[in-house]
């Protein structure tokens, strides 16, 4: 048994490494949101985890097969893996100093040459009589006091490097002691955007600048050196640069910021990037499931592309279209954990049709569950007393006629944070990924069970991991590959093929939608009255007059606000359980009924001052909305009706507005978008 217990020198070293691992992460969790004083220890800590490291490293490199006492398998692979992780390890630890810092002024690791001291505090390093010292030292504080004010204004845009700086991962930006620097963002954070002689930008750290003199420098520097700075790195022609692009490429540097200063503490894996999804939804309605409720022009606009009237029946026709399905999200599985630094205030899938180009269809959201014993699942359609939010409902139904050859399904998978230290909110990716809905014959892919390896980066680009230390291309052992691909995060989802039934459900609904099937009886209420009103009731096919009709004008609000969505579920349950049978195959009765559970529950909260504003993510404001919420749905169910409510001096409401109750069809309609 001693035999066995023996290390060799290979496993001692890799046994090193991981009580280092250990060390660092539990030195990034510390270092997330420092007190002030307590910076300096960090450092420190920092710098002799820094050593042992390289000691570790050293020892590494000098290791040979034939020390081992016993044969090991894959040697140089197990090896060349131990000299990447400690070099992750170092990279860490280098970043974790600058950050720690960034306040203090003082680079206190090798990292190149030293930092050049102003001729001002040159006395510092000489060796003079006390009382001269302290005097000196006080001076050259209010100085750097000075300085440092200066070098935070936001009006001071040229700066110079005070030492040598090699990036440590994309997006830093190299550069050499004595260089000019332009600064296009000052970070609160101390990793700033910057842009060198030559037009590359990128991300450099505060503490190794210094304020740009151009009377000083012009004495130092060659006259060719000047004529480069000038011509390329003028602060005001920069400013001058007004079009889109350039704005564009500005604002992308800026939020990736955010993302690099996270994954340097330690707070998200380098994978993580900002929410693509999410983004698009800011922008406007145009990713909206609001937006692709509304009726489709013709491209000779004078008729509707996706509503036509069947007489004989007395609705709308059915539209089959090219892609209908159902997909069900069942579990994420091994989603890397973010680091004590932020709080998550949502997990979730953001899904929508995408053909590696375009996104085609309006993005769905469905919000993830998990158990504090395992916070690396999510799962979906958990079970509840009562109806299921139509938030957490991960049945998702999903149409399209667009003909491309390469349209899918993307998901993506986010959650919704917020930083302790600064109290910043925003939105990250934790990886994505792409299922193709036909095979290379134009044949729709088989309904089944799918798991969906997750990638990192946006969906734009290609090759990168979510969380780069279980990297899948490490190793080349089957075993190894084996244990590797089981720690891989990955989605699960099953696509259902659909009966006839179904079919005749999805097919009155937009070509192009996905939404929750939970609420799909009532998508289909409100595409049978918007039938009514523009194909039967209209006096003439060529009136574009106002139409008056409460459920026309909002219920589109109603899909982009989920909890008011379950309100107007809840109240038709309570309604359609006191139908008779044959009350419930009357589609005219059934319709007109919905109109008045319409205005006996979610119409009047649309117009309630009580009701919140609605804000994603947000506990207190989802709280707070659905005790309104359920209040008026319950005084609405005692008071039969909503009337009472709404004629009590408790209860006040906005300012009417015509647009509650007109319905401007023309403006509503969505324009002919042959992709889509």
């Given amino acids: 048994m001693s035999g066995r217990r023996a290390r060799g020198p290979l496993q001692q070293v890799r046994r090193r490494s991981r009580e280092l691992q250990a060390q660092v992460e539990a030195l990034r969790a510390e270092s997330a949101a420092p007190a002030p004083g307590q910076r300096k220890a960090l450092s420190r800590r920092c710098m002799q985890l820094k050593k042992l490291v390289d000691e570790n490293t050293n020892a590494l490199h000098n290791l040979k097969k034939s020390d081992e006492p016993a044969p090991v398998g894959n040697y140089d692979q197990r090896k060349e893996e131990e000299e990447k992780l400690l070099l992750k390890l170092s990279q860490q630890l280098q970043k974790l100093v600058l950050v720690l810092d960034q306040d203090n002024g003082t680079m206190n690791y090798a990292v190149g040459e030293e930092r050049q001291k102003d001729p001002q505090t040159e006395d510092e390093n000489g060796e003079e009589d006390e009382s001269e010292d302290e005097e000196s030292s006080d001076s050259e504080e209010t100085d750097d006091e000075e300085e440092d004010k200066l070098l935070d204004d936001p009006n001071v845009k040229e700066c110079i490097a005070v030492g040598n700086f090699n990036a440590q991962q994309e997006g830093d930006l190299t550069f050499t002691k004595g260089e000019v620097l332009l600064i296009h963002d000052k970070k609160a954070d101390g990793w700033w955007v910057a842009e060198n002689s030559k037009g590359e930008r990128g991300l450099v750290p505060r503490t190794y600048l210094a304020v740009h003199n151009d009377d000083v420098d012009s004495q130092e520097q ?330 026309l004008a909002t219920f589109p609000q109603l899909v982009d606000q989920p909890d008011l969505m379950d309100a107007l579920r809840s109240a038709w349950a309570d309604r359609e359980r006191t139908l008779k049978r044959s009350e419930k195959r009357d589609q005219e009765f059934l319709k007109s009924l919905f109109v008045l559970v319409y205005h006996d529950s979610v119409f009047p909260l649309l117009q309630s001052t009580f009701l919140p504003d609605y804000k994603w993510a947000e506990e207190e404001s989802e709280a707070s909305r659905w005790k309104v919420i359920a209040d008026f749905l319950e005084k609405s169910r005692e008071n039969d009706g909503a009337l009472q409510y709404l004629l009590s001096s408790e209860n006040t409401h906005k300012a009417f507005d015509i647009a509650e109750l007109s319905y401007d069809f023309l403006g509503e309609t969505r324009k002919n978008n042959p992709g889509v």
């Avoid at 699942?377 to 049945?395: A, E, K, M, N, Y």
Wanted: charged share 20%; hydrophobic share 40%.
């Fill in 222 to 551: 060659s006259e060719e050196h000047i004529e480069v700075v000038d011509e390329t790195a003028d602060g005001t022609e920069i400013k001058k640069r007004t079009d889109s692009h350039w704005s564009a490429v500005r604002r992308a540097i800026a939020e990736n910021d955010t993302v690099e200063v996270l994954a340097t503490i330690g707070a998200v894996p380098a994978g993580f990037r900002q929410s693509t999804l999410s983004q698009l939804l800011e922008e406007g309605n145009q990713f909206r499931a609001s937006y692709f409720l509304q009726p489709e022009l013709t491209p000779s606009q004078l008729a509707f592309k996706d509503l036509v009237w069947n007489s004989d029946k007395n609705t709308i026709y059915p539209r089959p279209t090219r892609v209908s399905l159902i997909v069900t999200l069942c579990s994420c599985k091994m989603i890397p954990l973010p680091g004590v630094s932020i709080q998550v205030l949502s997990r979730h899938v953001r899904l929508c049709l995408f053909d590696g180009n375009r996104v085609l269809s309006n993005v769905h959201t469905v919000r993830a569950t998990w158990q504090p014993k395992n916070p690396q699942t999510w799962t979906f359609s958990p079970r509840v007393t009562g109806i299921l939010p139509s938030l957490l409902d991960g049945d998702c139904f999903v149409r399209s006629n667009s003909l491309s050859s390469d349209i899918g399904i993307l998901f993506e998978l986010g959650i919704t944070y917020i930083r302790n230290s600064t109290g910043d909110r925003g939105e990250l990716s934790c990886g994505w990924a792409f299922l193709k809905l036909f095979t290379s014959n134009g044949m729709p892919v088989p309904s089944k069970m799918y798991e969906l390896l997750l990638n990192g980066g946006t969906p734009y680009e290609r090759g990168v991991e979510v969380d780069p230390s279980i990297s899948r291309r490490a190793g080349s052992g089957v075993f190894h590959q084996f244990i590797t691909l089981k720690k891989q995060p990955v989605l699960v989802v099953k696509l259902r093929s659909l009966s006839a039934q179904s079919k005749d459900i999805l097919n009155l609904l937009p070509e192009t939608l996905i939404g929750s099937m939970c609420y799909i009886h009532l998508l289909i209420f409100y595409r049978q009255i918007l039938g009514d009103a523009l194909l039967k009731d209209r006096i003439s096919a060529q009136s574009t007059e106002l139409i008056c009709n409460p459920i």
